[in-house]
């Protein structure tokens, strides 16, 4: 199998992107061809055995192919004849903005490109956490109660500490948490830097954090083993900038048999039918046995591979098996009907 | 100002897509140019002055010039060279599928093309019917009741009459009201020829619909008249149909101001940040004062026009005033600290 990954894109996450994407040399067992997006939108093609951050951050990228889009195909153009990538299926790998918002799947669905990532609809909802509370509850998932501001509204807080978080982004961008009301104006200002709009939970001191990775091939759920993240406040953006770059297998989360049910039927109801054609990884919180949904990571960091026995098998399984789209007919019947009305 | 319509798109409501955007010419005063968005998603530029049904239906459409995207333009393929088309503003009037989904909104958002249409999330929820549910109940807008089910899901009814609607579908395509038990079963095969997801409501016979439509400008609302659309127990596609090449002013519904104000707070509610660029239509139930959201339509049929005092100006103030992206910086400081810290 021949994967094309697509990565970087315009996006708070672009850094992070670049190194899971380089994380994949080690996991996939297949063929990789590297697709950079940079800055400007333009598609770059990176030879699988040079890749390294440091062509990024130096503009290197720039020597190599760009790379075009048409139906069904990437392309780099040449003098007499444009060539063609040969590929079977796009890894999308872009984290955050034109990755995990939609775009990036909006484009493969518009050129019938098939494509390894949310679809459109699961995009909207994972990257917007006012969206994935109100999905998750419209399921009866239970998830920590919030307030929801925009730039212009006062905040009033009841009880600190809180922990305020940008609206769209992932990966701790612009997150703090607030002990009092002497730093909450310094809090907001950066949570505004990233986003216009920002939501606020109260935050929990040591509550257990666990998550669990997964998707649906067939019909059958397939899952990773439940982790409980290293615990710190929470996670920064340097600690979880290493951690997109993870390879190596996690340790099982030491908990019960029913907990770990609990938490795998959560992921079920919360991937319906919504996150078809995706790896993601729901990080949950429990309290007394009771899960919340945290967050939806639809593109996980590192497609979450250090969850999983055999990532590489897994990943080519539901490759082979992406979800199809609904066929629908174009046949002119009420144009013609109309037409036939007017006696035209 | 010169404004490309986009229409037609892979949707059930391809059709009636090309009835909207006829309608167009008698509503907006400045240059337009037609871009077709044919079955097999290529563009082809339609001449103003010839455009009718028609066309489309016979397959004419081919005659005239395909058209490609890039970034920031549309452009024809010449022999020596391409040309670009001069545009200010794009319209994405196809309805349903490619227009309302999401698909095209990311396009042009990928391409930096200038849109006059819903963004990507707010595609996802109005298009969406449980995700415009969850969205309207997180914002305390009521709801008429609903069940949510899949083709693979035993449907149990209580009570009857129902209505069953598509998860995806506007124009009442594949709804169906049901009376009784019998009428069960032909009516879900109906709906799942759609999609493979349904929604069922009761159906509340005489219940009294209003319809409002509107846009915010630099944080001031703009309002339609509110219409009571006429009544029959539900609009089928014909009468729809004929409905989207409206251009004639509708009569203001008879209703008090205070429900005139309820109407109007809950669109502002809805409409939010999320809607910003668009001019949406909102349908609403209203059961003993209480004002339910049916559903929004992100791109109305012939844009609502029909609702407003002065539509063409209303949308060259828009198109003049459409959402501005947070600018992202993209500076490899990460990816730097890395690299330092490696000691590479």
């Not at 679809?119 to 956490?129: G, H, M, Q, T, Y």
């Amino acid at each position: 199998m021949k994967i094309i990954i697509v990565f970087g894109g315009i996006s708070f996450e672009h850094e992070i992107s670049i190194v899971s994407a380089i994380a994949m040399k080690d996991v996939i067992k297949d063929e990789l061809i590297y697709l950079f997006l940079d800055k400007n939108r333009d598609f770059y093609h990176i030879p699988t055995n040079i890749i390294k951050s440091r062509l990024f951050s130096l503009g290197e990228y720039t020597k190599y192919n760009k790379v075009y889009l048409s139906k069904k195909s990437f392309f780099t153009k040449g003098v007499f004849s444009n060539k063609t990538i040969d590929f079977d299926v796009v890894l999308n790998l872009s984290h955050g903005g034109d990755g995990e918002d939609g775009i990036l799947s909006s484009l493969f669905e518009f050129y019938d490109i098939p494509y390894l990532a949310p679809r459109v609809e699961a995009c909207s909802i994972s990257s917007n956490k006012f969206l994935t509370k109100a999905y998750a509850l419209s399921l009866n998932v239970k998830t920590i109660t919030y307030k929801y501001y925009n730039k212009n509204d006062e905040v009033i807080i009841n009880q600190y500490p809180i922990i305020i978080k940008p609206l769209r982004l992932g990966s701790s961008i612009g997150v703090s948490i607030v002990k009092n009301k002497d730093e909450l104006e310094y809090a907001l200002d950066i949570a505004y830097e990233f986003d216009n709009n920002v939501i606020i939970e109260p935050f929990i001191k040591g509550i257990k954090e666990y998550n669990l990775a997964g998707c649906k091939i067939k019909d059958e759920f397939h899952f990773s083993i439940v982790e409980e993240p290293q615990k710190v406040d929470f996670l920064d953006f340097d600690k979880k900038y290493l951690d997109f770059s993870r390879t190596s297998t996690a340790t099982k989360a030491d908990i019960s048999a029913n907990l770990e049910e609990k938490l795998k039927s959560n992921f079920k109801i919360l991937y319906n039918e919504l996150f078809e054609g995706s790896i993601i990884r729901c990080d949950f919180f429990v309290v007394e046995d009771d899960v919340y949904l945290n967050e939806i990571n639809s593109i996980p960091g590192s497609m979450a591979n250090y969850l999983f026995d055999d990532f590489s098998s897994l990943f080519k399984n539901l490759a082979s098996n992406l979800p199809k789209k609904k066929q629908i007919p174009i046949t002119y019947e009420y144009v013609n009907k109309i037409q036939a009305s007017k006696g035209k």
